[in-house]
C-alpha cells in the first residue's frame, strides 16, 4: 500500500526517490507480508512504534526535537495529552522489550 502511494506521488510531482529508499521500503514491505502469512493482525508500525518513541523521547537532534514538538501538540499547536499518552506507553513498552529481551512486553 505504501508503494502504491509513493508510485502515485512521483506522478503528480516530479522528484526521485533515492534507490536505497525504495529497497529498504521493499524491504519492510516483504517482511511484513512474511509476518502478516502467520499473524493476519500484525501491523508493523505498532511493532516500530516503541522504538520510534524512544528515538523521539530521548535523541536531542533539533529534527527529532521538532518532530516530538509535532505529536505532542499536532499541527493547529493543541496539547493533546492523548499523543503524549501513547509515546509514553511506547517507550515503557521499549523498556519492557530491552530489559525482558523476549519481544512479549
Known amino acids: ?4 502511494d509513493l508510485a502515485e506521488i512521483t506522478f503528480e510531482f ?3 526517490i533515492p534507490p536505497y529508499f525504495a529497497l529498504v521500503i521493499r ?14 493482525e500484525f501491523a508493523i508500525i505498532d511493532e516500530a512504534y516503541p522504538y520510534i518513541a ?5 535523541d536531542d537532534s533539533p529534527r527529532l526535537r521538532a518532530a516530538l514538538r ?12 492523548e499523543r503524549l499518552i501513547d509515546l509514553l ?5 521499549f523498556k519492557r ?5 523476549d519481544g512479549t512486553a
Open 89 to 93: 506507553e511506547a517507550l515503557e513498552k
Open 97 to 101: 522489550i530491552r530489559d525482558d529481551g
Open 1 to 4: 500500500e505504501l508503494a502504491a
Open 27 to 40: 524491504a519492510i514491505s516483504v517482511l511484513e507480508g512474511i509476518a502478516l502469512v502467520g499473524n493476519p
Open 54 to 58: 524512544r528515538l523521539l523521547m530521548t
Open 14 to 16: 516530479p522528484f526521485r
Open 70 to 81: 509535532y505529536m505532542v501538540y499536532g499541527r493547529e499547536g493543541q496539547f493533546d495529552a
